[in-house]
């Protein structure tokens, strides 16, 4: 799976609100129109959890629904647990969320595009592919 991108929530809010961040959303487009860009059942939740409409998330869910998955699978759970586990070792306390999220683009060996110091944090220990739009 080379040359895909996993766009957590903390890009994706910027990309796809009505007061977008211009450099973001074009950044995001340009992944989407390439077909370059994978989701994880956790980012999708958080998307959709946000919606203010039922249209609104039916129509998001749509275009999400498009993407390529990743699943949460065994691999992934037990990838979450070691890596949760080496980074408190090393004093690093990330949201469980964020280290699932981590587990999914380390595995799969694809980048992860965020906007959150969690996951440069954890990058600092990780053998891990990421992409800070900050």
């Not at 077909?35 to 959709?48: G, M, T």
């Not at 306390?93 to 906007?115: E, F, G, Q, Y």
Request: contains cysteine; hydrophobic residues 45%.
């Amino acid at each position: 799976m080379n040359d895909r991108y996993l766009i957590d929530t903390s890009v994706w809010i910027f990309a796809l609100r009505t007061k977008y961040v211009p450099k973001i959303k074009s950044y995001v487009e340009r992944l989407l129109d390439k077909d370059k860009v994978v989701i994880n059942p956790i980012i999708k939740l958080e998307l959709l959890a946000g919606t203010k409409t039922r249209n609104e998330f039916a129509r998001l869910k749509l275009r999400l629904d498009a993407l390529q998955e990743i699943f949460i699978d065994q691999e992934i759970w037990e990838e979450s647990q070691k890596i949760a586990f080496d980074l408190r070792r090393k004093g690093i306390k990330i949201p469980n969320i964020d280290i699932i999220i981590l587990s999914c683009a380390k595995i799969h060996k694809i980048t992860l595009v965020h906007r959150d110091k969690h996951f440069d944090l954890a990058g600092k220990i990780l053998p891990i592919k990421l992409k800070n739009l900050i």
